[in-house]
């Protein structure tokens, strides 16, 4: 078992920043591909961002490339997602999930391990 809290969600203006961090327990971090979900109301959960257990490799969605990034730090068992000139748009629940895997994959059900999700609110 992974057991995976997230923190950091807020309410911030349009162009403003954020940094998610989700903090792994449980089974050994590194083993899992790491990845960041968003939900809004009334929408499907959506991917947002992946990244491979030794950190090396990282995907994203076009909707926040260029704009948002994630890292981990295994010696932490942390993983983050630095969010910059953040849109109404990113309004959403965000969580943070985990799979056993050597590929990083985009579709939430993947992944084995959720987080509670933290909310982010921007506003215009």
């Known amino acids: 078992q992974v057991q995976l809290v997230e923190s950091g969600g807020g309410l911030v203006q349009a162009g403003g920043s954020l940094r998610l961090s989700c903090a792994a327990s449980?089974?050994?971090?590194?083993?899992?591909?790491m990845g960041w979900f968003r939900q809004a109301p009334g929408k499907e959960r959506e991917f947002v961002a992946a990244?491979?257990?030794?950190?090396?490799?990282?995907y994203y969605a076009d909707s926040v490339k260029g704009r948002f990034t994630i890292s981990r730090d295994n010696a932490k068992n942390t993983v983050y997602l630095q969010m910059n000139s953040l849109k109404p748009e990113d309004t959403a629940v965000y969580y943070c999930?985990?799979?056993?895997?050597?590929?990083?994959?985009?579709?939430?059900?993947?992944?084995?391990?959720w987080g509670q999700g933290t909310q982010v609110t921007v506003s215009s």
């Open positions: 999930a985990a799979v056993s895997t050597f590929v990083i994959v985009r579709t939430p059900e993947a992944y084995d391990y």
């Open positions: 449980g089974r050994t971090f590194s083993n899992y591909v």
């Open positions: 990244i491979s257990w030794s950190g090396s490799s990282t």
